[in-house]
């Protein structure tokens, strides 16, 4: 189980830190990542990282103001979001696979947490 936590309502330029606690599986071993969805849009890669905190995926619209993290012994992965902007707004998803490596593609990923809300107002 993945369960997410820490979406809310931001003003532009404000921060906001999604955490994601894994339960019930070894996800300290697992690939882990964030994927979002903004109304009427698919889902879209934000980012990934390794089991060992290497091989780190952004997409570019988050580069350079969102950082993924983990903590294996608590079995959790963190988006800090800094200079959050209205197009960032859309419920976030971390995501969790047994990968030899972190990917992009959500296909990828089995195992999801049931969605945090981020909402960024002008």
């Known amino acids: 189980k993945l369960q997410a936590s820490g ?3 931001v003003q532009a330029g404000g921060s906001l830190r999604l955490s994601c606690a894994g339960s019930g599986r070894p996800f300290s071993s697992y690939v882990m990542g964030w994927f979002r969805q903004a109304p009427g849009k698919e889902r879209e890669l934000v980012a990934t990282i390794n089991w060992n905190g290497g091989r780190l995926n952004y997409a570019d619209s988050v580069k350079g103001r ?12 963190y988006l800090q979001m800094n200079s959050l902007k209205p197009e960032d707004t859309a419920v976030y998803y ?3 696979d047994l990968l030899s490596r972190a990917t992009t593609f959500e296909h990828d990923y089995a195992y999801w947490g049931q969605g945090t809300q981020v909402t960024v107002s002008s």
């Open 66 to 77: 969102f950082t993924i993290s983990r903590d294996s012994a608590k079995n959790t992965v």
């Open 94 to 96: 971390c995501a969790a």
């Open 7 to 9: 979406g809310g309502l």
